[in-house]
T-cell receptor, first 114, second 113 residues
């Protein structure tokens, strides 16, 4: 299975600021995704990070609020822009590799917005 | 609406007992995956079961899938206090989904020593 790391593991931010979360995988992967888990809730897919092109966003999520980059097959970033307390969540990246349907998740970034 | 819905929402058992969690979904799927999450941390992958499979085992875990009823169950046998966690099912919908997963609301399992 892929080993996935995320930075930072947690952060406390002021409203109106932005935070960039990094996701690093120890091997090349086919697909990378970003999910949000609001307090006490399940996971919701934000977007698919496409290598070398714009991310594909799910309904309710927009690029201006959650810009995503994926410069290569092992790394992606998610930025949470102009944050408000409603953005307080755990943000998780996930990956699938070539020839497998299994999706592995990173340890998550716990974000608190004051 | 949620693709996956687990029940019960919460389950409390004694160590050594078995725990069964159920998941229902609405659309046709390629596969269904079960995950564990400890205290709001990252998700740990437990088992993937494909739409053409009916049962899979991994250690103390047993997963069943009934595509006619659009439901799955996760059985943990001889539970331990360390099994205390939230358990989620996630479905990969059939038809060009590009591996996007839809998660259920989860079952919070508490195993009392």
């Amino acid at each position: 299975s892929a080993v996935i790391s995320q930075k930072p593991s947690r952060d406390i931010c002021q409203r109106g600021t932005s935070l960039t979360i990094q996701c690093q995988v120890d091997s090349q992967v086919t697909m990378m995704f970003w999910y949000r888990q609001q307090p006490g809730q399940s996971l919701t897919l934000i977007a698919t990070a496409n290598q070398g092109s714009e991310a594909t966003y799910e309904s309710g999520f927009v690029i201006d609020k959650f810009p995503i980059s994926r410069p290569n097959l092992t790394f992606s970033t998610l930025t949470v822009s102009n944050m408000s307390p409603e953005d307080s969540s755990i943000y998780l990246c996930s990956v699938t590799g070539s020839g497998t349907d299994t999706q592995y998740f990173g340890p998550g970034t716990r974000l608190t917005v004051l | 609406s949620q693709q996956g819905e687990e029940d019960p929402q919460a389950l409390s058992i004694q160590e050594g007992e078995n725990a069964t969690m159920n998941c229902s979904y609405k659309t046709s799927i390629n596969n269904l995956q079960w995950y564990r999450q400890n205290s709001g941390r990252g998700l740990v992958h437990l088992i993937l079961i494909r739409s053409n499979e009916r049962e899979k085992h991994s250690g103390r875990l047993r997963v069943t899938l009934d595509t006619s009823k659009k439901s799955s169950s996760l059985l943990i046998t001889a539970s331990r206090a360390a099994d205390t966690a939230s358990y989620f099912c996630a479905t990969d919908a059939r038809g060009g989904s590009n591996y996007k997963l839809t998660f259920g609301k989860g079952t919070l399992l508490t195993v009392n020593p």
